[in-house]
């Protein structure tokens, strides 16, 4: 058997996860899985299965779990900021380009 879970939206990534994981150690036999995330800005802390790794790194708190929740979704916005040469940090910075106004890739949604 091949479990394939499609669109697995924030915190239900790692349920799905904990789910096989559960399966298997009730004795389903599992030849493999795919498992494709999405909205990384919606998982939460108190459901994320991976908190022992990110302790190693000294990242376990909800804090920094949303540090993290921030940049995956700014990684993925497709919104860049451009400095005028007055920009010495946040202020005086604008978006390039909003949402909106992002050229087509040609998919629709």
Same mark, same amino acid.
């Given at each position: 058997?091949? =479990?394939v879970c499609k669109h697995f939206c924030g915190s239900a990534t790692d349920a799905g996860i904990r789910?096989? =994981?559960n399966g298997i150690a @009730? @004795?389903?036999s599992l030849s493999g899985f795919?498992?494709?995330p999405c909205c990384h800005h919606k998982s939460r802390y108190s459901e994320y299965c991976g908190r022992e790794f990110l =302790?190693?790194?000294d990242m376990d708190s909800e804090g920094d779990f949303a540090a993290l929740r921030l940049i995956a979704a700014w990684a993925v %916005? @497709?919104?860049?900021l451009k400095r005028n040469d007055n920009c010495r940090s946040s202020? @005086?910075?604008? %978006?390039?380009?909003s949402v909106d106004?992002?050229?087509s890739d040609g998919t629709t949604v």
């Open positions: 058997m091949c =479990a789910c096989l =994981a @009730g @004795g389903l795919v498992l494709v =302790a190693e790194w %916005s @497709g919104i860049t202020d @005086g910075c604008e %978006s390039e380009q106004e992002r050229p």
